[in-house]
């Protein structure tokens, strides 16, 4: 009776680490009670203007089972705080540019993200927080221009 019960209890923590990490790792999620930003950086930022910087499309293979199936092209466009975030972009550019494709190589090879008709804001989410990993918080946003895609083979 005693190992059935350690069962389940093992079982309930694994299926609750499962969700949480598909809740705050896949669909990205902030975790509540870690504030990435303090509101002092939020307040000192508020008065900025933003600027916008286009990014060289990222192409990228979409795999499945070890067979490239689809070729992918997106632009984006970053919103930025000022002068202060596009110099944080210029230093930073090859980087962010590196990061941005692990990131959209990795949420493409998983199913949620292909079947869902959603997806853009899944890929969104990921985007700007893989990209705030690299420039900081001077990045506001991260906008989706277009996508591309064409059969592989």
């Not at 292909?114 to 506001?140: C, F, I, P, Q, S």
Request: net charge negative; charged share 25%; hydrophobic share 45%.
């Amino acid at each position: 009776m005693a190992r059935v019960l350690l069962l389940l209890l093992l079982m309930l923590f694994v299926a609750g680490g499962g969700t949480g990490a598909w809740w705050f790792g896949v669909r990205g999620e902030p975790i509540p009670f870690m504030a990435e930003q303090s509101e002092e950086s939020v307040a000192s930022r508020a008065g900025q203007a933003s600027a916008f910087v286009e990014l060289a499309p990222l192409s990228f293979p979409v795999i499945q089972e070890g067979q490239v199936t689809r070729l992918m092209t997106m632009a984006v466009s970053l919103e930025v705080a000022g002068e202060p975030g596009r110099r944080a972009i210029s230093q930073n550019r090859r980087r962010l540019h590196d990061r941005l494709l692990s990131e959209l190589h990795g949420l493409y090879g998983l199913r949620f993200v292909r079947e869902h008709e959603d997806e853009m804001d899944v890929v969104r989410a990921r985007l700007l927080k893989a990209a705030r990993e690299v420039v900081g918080d001077d990045l506001r946003g991260v906008f989706i221009q277009g996508v591309e895609g064409r059969e592989g083979g």
